[in-house]
Nanobody, 114 residues
Framework: VQLQASGGGLVQAGGSQTLSCAASGIIVSYNNMGWYRQAPGKQRELVATITSGGTTNYADSVKGRFAIFRDNANNKVYLQMNSLKPEDTAVYYC?????????WGQGTQVTVSS
């Protein structure tokens, strides 16, 4: 199983960025998919999740700014990030979970400059 996260980089505050997670070895629509992030010196935290049924959930800090969605045809999950803030700077990780497994991608760095 591989979860390949991409799309990170440097962006100015107020800007937008889209992260993608390409999955192999699993079917994203059969899994609860999520994006998590970890800032330097902090614990990894949930950003957004989408269940196999399509229900989405967001951290309070990103509600109204971020959106998680799936592309079932291409077996990918995306995180659309708008109105980015410097406090969104972190390594973002893709996750695929079911009762039988819990897989993580390698992470992609997002840096928001003020």
């Amino acid at each position: 199983v591989q979860l390949q996260a991409s799309g990170g980089g440097l962006v100015q505050a107020g800007g937008s960025q889209t992260l993608s997670c390409a999955a192999s070895g699993i079917i994203v629509s059969y899994n609860n998919m999520g994006w998590y992030r970890q800032a330097p010196g902090k614990q990894r935290e949930l950003v957004a999740t989408i269940t196999s049924g399509g229900t989405t959930n967001y951290a309070d800090s990103v509600k109204g700014r971020f959106a998680i969605f799936r592309d079932n045809a291409n077996n990918k999950v995306y995180l659309q990030m708008n109105s980015l803030k410097p406090e969104d700077t972190a390594v973002y990780y893709c996750n695929a979970a079911r009762r039988s497994h819990d897989y993580w991608g390698q992470g992609t760095q997002v840096t928001v400059s003020s």
